[in-house]
Nanobody, 126 residues
Framework: QVQLAESGGGLVQAGGSLRLSCAAS????????MGWFRQAPGKGQECVGA????????YYADSVKGRFSISRDNAKTTVYLQMNSLKPEDTAVYYC???????????????????WGQGTQVTVSS
């Protein structure tokens, strides 16, 4: 009932920037908390950032605080992940996810997100 499509990944040199976009369709976007997750080779899923329905509350992993910024445009039904000062360890497949439950707080637990995009590869070279 919710379709998510990530875009904006690619190859970038360390210190550079990328902006990932996640376009949502099929359900009222403003009702959903949204999250960005990543999975590096040989590692599990990590919640990079999450944002509440109205954008008033955000979460960032310690590893990306000060470098990444999550935002949303409900009119465009799109959530963004601005990634600055990229490091090689940021290399991963990045996934957008939607939590349609009426949670009071944003969640960073993958199992609590019901809908996922296909992922977009981000590769940061040294």
């Amino acid at each position: 009932q919710v379709q998510l499509a990530e875009s904006g990944g690619g190859l970038v040199q360390a210190g550079g920037s990328l902006r990932l976009s996640c376009a949502a369709s099929g359900r009222l976007f403003s009702s959903n908390n949204m999250g960005w997750f990543r999975q590096a080779p040989g590692k599990g899923q990590e919640c990079v950032g999450a944002i509440s329905r109205d954008g008033s509350t955000t979460y960032y992993a310690d590893s990306v605080k000060g470098r990444f910024s999550i935002s949303r445009d409900n009119a465009k039904t799109t959530v963004y992940l601005q990634m600055n000062s990229l490091k090689p360890e940021d290399t991963a497949v990045y996934y957008c996810a939607a939590d349609v439950n009426a949670r009071v707080l944003v969640t960073i637990t993958p199992s609590e997100y019901q809908y996922w995009g296909q992922g977009t590869q981000v590769t940061v070279s040294s």
